[in-house]
């Protein structure tokens, strides 16, 4: 990722296909964690002196232990379909349009460091563009990650992710698909901005340093920080995306952050933050670890 206003000394398809390449291999080594985040987020609180009602779910390798223990170490990957699809239409977008919006923004004959908050204003718009193209996507992994271990004879709501796309549109219709959209948007800009906006300032930064280069330990600082400011800032929005798309039963964004706060509490908008973070940090690291080796491997592929 350019950390100064110079253009990409790659192609357009080779940044896009970079980018959808970079997000789903990071999908794939981190949606166990985030079916635990799904899990943890769902769970409703428990009501005083019921039993029943304890929380199955206890922290994120309590979670992933139950998840695990109850319906296979498969059950981990579930969603994992959709997932894919979400990060080659979303992720190739937000990441790979980022540099080209970030320029048109700043003008083609901007030289020197790009003010972050043209950053922040470049990443809003791509991850606001990206997740309404992908939101179909997002919707049917959450339903698949939030689907637990079922009573005998109980069937599942969906066979796969090709299931779930026709059977949502079958039974409610094609804008259902689109379900959630409006804190999906809010959440995945948001998030978007503190993750590319924060990586592109902090590598930025660390390259003023006397004996930083670009290479992967500054990369790995990078995703870091990306990971840290992306959780704190988009997890009350997370949350509410998760309940509203698992959960048909909120009318409204308003309403699930209204009936959230009234019956579980402020601290609901943090609820599994720490998977959260552990999900969100190392799908950063791994995401731009990857992205900034295949960047270079398409600029050796297109300069040869």
Not at 19 to 37: H, M
Not at 217 to 225: D, Q, R, S
Request: with cysteine; proline share 5%.
């Amino acid at each position: 990722m350019v950390a100064d206003g110079k253009k990409s000394d790659i192609s357009l398809a080779g940044t896009l296909g970079s980018s959808a390449f970079a997000a789903c291999f990071a999908e794939i080594c981190t949606i166990p964690l985030d079916t635990a985040k799904v899990r943890l987020q769902l769970q409703k609180k428990a009501v005083a002196g019921d039993a029943l009602s304890l929380p199955k779910y206890r922290g994120m390798l309590g979670t992933v232990a139950t998840i695990a223990r109850e319906e296979g170490v498969a059950a981990l990957w579930k969603g994992i379909v959709p997932g894919l699809h979400r990060q080659c239409l979303f992720g190739g977008l937000r990441i790979g349009m980022y540099e080209p919006v970030k320029n048109l923004y700043v003008g083609e004959n901007f030289v020197g460091d790009v003010p972050l908050t043209k950053k922040i204003l470049a990443a809003l718009t791509t991850g606001a563009l990206g997740i309404t193209v992908a939101n179909p996507t997002d919707l049917v992994k959450v339903r698949l990650q939030a689907e637990g271990k079922l009573p005998p004879g109980v069937p599942r709501r969906y066979t796969g992710a090709m299931n779930a796309y026709s059977t949502i549109v079958r039974k409610e219709g094609l804008a259902a698909l689109w379900t959630g959209l409006g804190p999906n948007v809010a959440r995945n800009a948001i998030i978007n901005a503190a993750e590319l906006a924060s990586y592109d300032q902090v590598k930025q930064s660390i390259l003023k340093i006397p004996g930083f280069t670009d290479n992967v330990v500054t990369h790995l600082f990078a995703g870091l920080g990306a990971g840290f400011f992306a959780v704190c800032i988009g997890s009350p929005v997370d949350v509410v995306k998760s309940r509203m798309m698992g959960d048909s039963a909120y009318k409204s964004t308003l309403d699930c952050f209204v009936k959230t706060l009234k019956n579980d509490g402020p601290l609901a908008f943090y609820k599994g933050f720490i998977p959260n973070f552990g999900r969100l940090g190392s799908w950063n690291v791994i995401m731009f670890l990857t992205l900034e080796q295949a960047k270079k491997f398409v600029k050796n592929m297109e300069s040869s």
